[in-house]
């Protein structure tokens, strides 16, 4: 009987572990479930602002960017009206993507190391009007309000009137 007991607890235990790493597998999925190429080829293809953010699976900074910020109802308006698009990128992926200025297929990985990451999460914004040259790079996390600006300082074109953002936000949005 005791064998018995042994070998139904030990069945158990197992069950209970191989059930933990799948949630755990179907977690680190969920998380970079957009693909970014499209997202980039189609900011490309319309002429639009394109950000792109560089995370990583385990960044607790790269999850409140997520659900704070870009999951936003208001910051997803202002990506409509501004003119931009956001890709997301796994810095440890080896999805296919594009890099923007040269317009060049590269693996998440070669994207990563091509733009010096080191950080997550990592913002670029890469500029519609110069070939998509890096304009920006904006290393850690960027809450709501400073992305609405951003995005804002984009579509007004404030950026090409060498208006800091700062005097930017200061005047209101206005430049």
Known sequence: MNKFKIFISLFLVSLFVLSCEKKEQTAKSDKFV???YPVMKRAMESGKFLIVVFESETCKYCERLNKEVLAD???KEAMIKNGVEVAIVDVNGDRTVIDPPEKKEVNEQI??????????PTIIVFDKDNNYQVLYKIPGFVDKENFLDLLYYLGTGCYKK????RKF???GRKC
Request: zero cysteines; glycine letters at 4%; a neutral charge.
């Open 73 to 75: 109802m208001k910051v």
């Open 162 to 165: 060498n208006i800091d953002i």
């Open 111 to 120: 994207l990563a190391y091509l733009y010096r990451i080191t950080g997550y």
């Open 34 to 36: 957009v693909d970014p």
């Open 169 to 171: 936000r200061e005047m």
